[in-house]
């Protein structure tokens, strides 16, 4: 029995004692202290610059300026009457007094304007000191953003930032309209004009070979570049990738070497036989053979190594009666000059319908007489121009 006595009272023991002892706990904190007083000098020196740099002190140099202005417009207006008064003598002398006052008062508007001038450089420089140490004060305090919240929000801003550019571009990709193949009206509008590029350029004699580029009709399409090759009746084709030339031969008869230009009453546009022209579906060539009787022939180019003449219409439009061509939305328009400031769209051939026009009655509005190579783009809806040495650019607007 006295054993199960003892236990209880050792436990009973135990426990008091402990009930009785303190405990004691030591912190220690590994982070600086953040610098509130230094943060409120800032915040106290920037609102200091910001009071001392106010509206009116702007508006105060200017009214000076003004003052001035004026003050020198009357001393010229009347010293002119000075020089023009012929009083004999009466009252030169009272109006030289009178300049003489201006003069000085002119002369005190300067000292003023001088001294309003330096106090707003030793502002200026002042601003610039305080904005440095500012700008010192708070890299150092950004050192306490041990979470890196402020680095955290400067990516976000970032994020957003190119997060809203990409919304845009993907809204501009997907607004472009598929345009389908097919008659439309025409409407043009003067983007840009006097982008001036060097006049005539000739191939020096020694150079030339059948790879050469003859004639200003060429076009750029699916990274590749169209042209006439050097005195040949072909189509020429060279990849920008892999710098390989691949050439195209039309049809037999074909008008080449200034036979069969773009012409009008004054004058023809020299190695414009072949017409390289783009639109949505792909490239066109246009050109005329002696069998045609020198009529406009239209045919698909097919893309491909080598590149292929795909479908070919004729049309009853004579080639020398017209000044330049270009395609849009498998339609072709053909341009004729009217006058020194005005060209017009006078004629289309449809290629879904096979229907030709001749009173289409849409005018261009010109920064030179002469057109010698236009051609539209379906990237943008745009008629590039080069017109006597100007590239003019006009956005097409098809309804």
């Known amino acids: 029995m006295r054993l199960y006595v ?10 008091t004692k402990q009930e ?9 904190n590994s982070e600086r202290i953040f610098p509130h007083e230094k943060l409120r000098k800032v915040e106290s020196s920037t609102s200091d610059c910001k009071s001392n740099i ?7 140099l200017k009214s000076l300026l003004q003052g001035l202005e004026q003050r020198l417009t009357q001393l010229s207006n009347d010293v002119l009457i000075l020089e023009k008064e012929d009083d004999r003598g009466l009252y030169g002398v009272l109006s030289l007094y009178l300049i003489e006052n201006e003069m000085n008062e002119i002369k005190q508007l300067i000292d003023k304007l001088d001294s309003t001038t330096q106090e707003h450089q030793i502002l200026a420089a002042s601003a610039t000191r305080q904005l440095e140490i500012m700008k010192t004060e708070m890299k150092a305090l950004e050192k306490f953003d041990t979470m890196q919240v402020i680095k955290g929000r400067q ?8 997060l809203d550019s990409c919304k845009k571009e993907v809204k501009a990709l997907t607004q472009r309209p598929q345009l389908p ?22 191939i020096h004699t020694s150079n030339p070979t059948t790879n050469t580029i003859q004639g200003p009709n060429n076009v750029l399409y699916g990274g590749a570049l169209y042209y006439n090759c050097y005195n040949r009746d ?15 031969e039309l049809h037999q008869g074909t008008r ?9 009453l004054e004058e023809c546009y020299p190695y414009t036989d072949l017409d390289l022209a783009t639109d949505e579906s792909g490239v066109w060539v246009v050109f005329t053979t002696s069998l045609d009787f020198g009529n406009m022939i239209l045919s698909k180019v097919e893309e491909g190594e080598p590149p292929a003449l795909g479908k070919t219409w004729q049309t009853s439009v004579y080639k020398q009666a017209v000044t330049n ?28 319908t096979g229907k030709e026009r001749f009173n289409l009655g849409i005018f261009i509005s010109k920064i030179s007489p002469n057109i010698q190579a236009l051609n539209y783009s379906p990237v943008d809806q745009t008629l590039h121009v080069y017109s006597d040495s100007n590239m003019v650019y006009y956005k097409v607007i098809l309804e």
């Open 234 to 248: 072909a189509v020429c084709r060279f990849d920008l990738t892999t710098k390989h030339i691949t050439t195209l």
């Open 181 to 202: 193949q097919g008659d439309f009206p025409i409407t043009l509008l003067l983007l840009l004009s006097l982008l001036f590029l060097p006049g005539n350029v000739y």
């Open 155 to 162: 990516t976000i801003e970032v994020l957003r930032t190119d």
């Open 54 to 60: 106010i509206p009116q002190k702007s508006v105060e």
């Open 20 to 28: 009785h002892t303190e405990c004691t706990c030591e912190l220690n």
């Open 256 to 264: 080449y070497n200034s036979k069969a230009n773009f012409c009008h």
């Open 6 to 15: 003892i236990i209880p009272l050792c436990a009973l023991l135990t426990v």
């Open 325 to 352: 061509t270009f395609m849009a939305c498998g339609v072709l328009y053909a341009t004729r000059y009217v006058n020194q400031e005005l060209e017009e769209i006078f004629y289309s051939f449809n290629t879904v």
